[in-house]
């Protein structure tokens, strides 16, 4: 089955840190560029947050997480991950993995930063 499922999620006080998984199932994951999304309550798109090419020489990040998140991804674990250090209050959303060539997504995990 092809498939995308994150983990890692959770409450977590300001300042503190997150590590993110994505892990990915029926497919070469480590064909495609992967980017991780989030969507925080009320807003109606989602907005691109980090993003990785295939071997993972790449990356790229939103100017609000630069310095703060770090996107990586285990090809052979066929795993993608998104650490998340110093969250502050406008990082609580809903974040989600993505491979855009296959228009993949996946459920989506919870992150909140209490204040």
């Known amino acids: 089955q092809v498939q995308l499922v994150e983990s890692g999620g959770g409450l977590v006080q300001s300042g503190g840190s997150l590590r993110l998984s994505c892990a990915a199932s029926g497919f070469n994951f480590g064909y495609f560029r992967m980017t991780w999304y989030r969507q925080a309550t009320g807003e109606e798109q989602r907005e691109l947050v980090a993003t990785i090419s295939p071997v993972g020489g790449n990356t790229d990040y939103a100017d609000s997480v630069k310095g703060r998140f770090t996107i990586s991804r285990d090809n052979a674990g066929k795993t993608g991950y998104l650490q998340m250090n110093a969250l502050k209050p406008d990082d609580t959303a809903v974040y989600y993995c993505?491979?855009?060539?296959?228009?993949?997504w996946g459920q989506g995990t919870q992150v909140t930063v209490s204040s």
């Open positions: 993505h491979i855009p060539s296959r228009n993949l």
